[in-house]
């Protein structure tokens, strides 16, 4: 499940500007913990944006986002009041949706 | 057509006449074969479903995208000239390209060149920032998808400490 996104999405003129933070570890596969074991991958594959139900962006990743990754983007067409939904996948088939008002 | 729906196309059965409800299902789970098949072409068609992100050279990555972009000063692509740490760099993508559909994040001396793709939706500004690894000094490029046609810019970005081992 992981832990809940924080996103925040604010109306500026006649666009939404929105950041998203999404907790997770985000691991290549290449690295190694104290005792020498090698950590596996364990990163997001694919994020979907939606404002008030309609598409807003669709990301794909693989290891080469940091841990934690943030997005930011800017869209047209939402309004103060609105929600928009966010959904994560990983490599693992865990998975994740968190909203947020516009404000 | 794929080879999962060509081989369960292949009426398979004894030869000689066939009874009038199996032909009717033979011919129903062509259609539905058929169908499938024209449906996974598409989304091959899009390329973007079948991205390798484990490819080890830009190349293969940009031969699997369509094939070497157009460079164009129409995208900027933002990212600090030196960075201490290659963790955690950030990475800002605007493009003016008129009909942005797509922008794609590549860095080359990256295990995995493949760093991102974001599909942008109409209404949605063709710009996206976010924090990327970066394993050492490389060329860093943006590749936009515009109208069918692929666009790219590049920098190069400078490394102290990279990002991908650890």
Redesign the interface.
């Known amino acids: 499940m992981g832990d809940p996104m924080r996103i925040r999405a604010r109306v500026k003129g006649d666009v939404v500007e929105a950041h998203v933070l999404m907790p997770h570890p985000m691991e290549t596969g290449f690295r190694h913990d104290d005792g020498g074991t090698l950590i596996e991958a364990h990163y997001i594959t694919e994020i979907r944006i939606e404002a008030g139900g309609r598409p807003v962006m669709t990301a794909r990743m693989g290891i080469g986002v940091s841990a934690d990754p943030i997005l930011t983007f800017r869209f047209r067409g939402a309004a103060k009041g609105d929600r928009i939904d966010v959904a994560w996948t990983d490599n693992r088939g865990d998975a994740r949706t968190d909203s947020a008002i516009v404000g | 057509m794929c080879a999962w729906s060509a081989m369960h196309g292949e009426p398979i059965g004894p030869a000689g006449p066939v009874a009038p409800d199996r032909r009717e299902w033979l011919q129903r789970s062509a259609l539905i074969v058929a169908w499938l098949g024209a449906g996974l072409g598409v989304r091959d068609a899009h390329a973007?479903r079948t991205?390798p992100?484990?490819a080890t050279l830009l190349s293969d990555v940009l031969r699997a995208m369509g094939g070497r972009p157009t460079p164009t000063p129409s995208i900027e692509l933002d990212l600090p000239d030196l960075s201490e740490d290659g963790?955690?760099?950030p990475v800002?993508v605007t493009s003016r390209v008129p009909g942005t559909e797509q922008i794609t994040l590549l860095?080359e001396a990256?295990?995995?060149?493949?760093?991102?793709?974001?599909?942008?939706?109409p209404?949605?500004?063709a710009?996206?920032?976010?924090?990327?690894?970066l394993a050492r000094s490389c060329t860093v490029m943006a590749v936009v998808r515009a109208d069918g046609r692929l666009y790219s810019t590049t920098r190069v970005a400078n490394v102290t400490l990279g990002?991908?081992?650890?």
Do not use: I, W
Not at chain 2, 111 to 117: E, K, N, R
């Open positions: 973007s991205l992100f484990d963790v955690m760099v800002a860095a990256n295990p995995y060149p493949l760093v991102f793709q974001v599909d942008v939706a209404g949605t500004e710009y996206v920032s976010t924090r990327v690894k990002g991908c081992g650890g």
